[in-house]
């Protein structure tokens, strides 16, 4: 059973860029499609962005398309999402997720059983 740890969060000003990293270790990391997720105070979690187990397919959020860029290393067993652009409403704890499939629920937060514990983004002028 893969787990999953999050770390690259922090403050950021608004325009500024962060690149957040989720290490998986216990399982075959390049056996599972990636995912970032996130969700702000008082909201429901929201997808963010996925990427498949070869890195051949990506699939972003129309609010971060443009912006944020998924990206993985293999060898590593690692995630990465980069943000850029940012603004007041990119501050969120963000999680990375993992899932077996690439299908049609790849967006939803259901359909992951694995997660890590997330990491605080805070966007400030």
């Known amino acids: 059973q893969v787990q999953l740890a999050e770390s690259g969060g922090g403050l950021v000003q608004i325009g500024g860029s962060l690149r957040l990293s989720c290490a998986a270790s216990?399982?075959?990391?390049?056996?599972?499609?990636m995912a970032w997720f996130r969700q702000a105070p008082g909201k429901e979690r929201e997808f963010v962005g996925v990427?498949?187990?070869?890195?051949?397919?990506?699939d972003y959020a129309d609010s971060v398309k443009g912006r944020f860029t998924i990206a993985r290393d293999n060898a590593e067993s690692t995630v990465y999402l980069q943000l850029a652009s940012v603004n007041p409403e990119d501050t969120a704890v963000y999680y990375c997720?993992?899932?077996?499939?690439?299908?049609?629920?790849?967006?939803?937060?259901?359909?992951?059983?694995?997660w890590g514990q997330g990491t605080q983004v805070t966007v400030s002028s």
């Open positions: 997720a993992a899932r077996r499939a690439w299908d049609a629920r790849r967006r939803s937060p259901t359909s992951y059983d694995l």
């Open positions: 216990g399982g075959v990391f390049s056996s599972y499609v």
């Open positions: 990427i498949s187990w070869s890195s051949a397919s990506t």
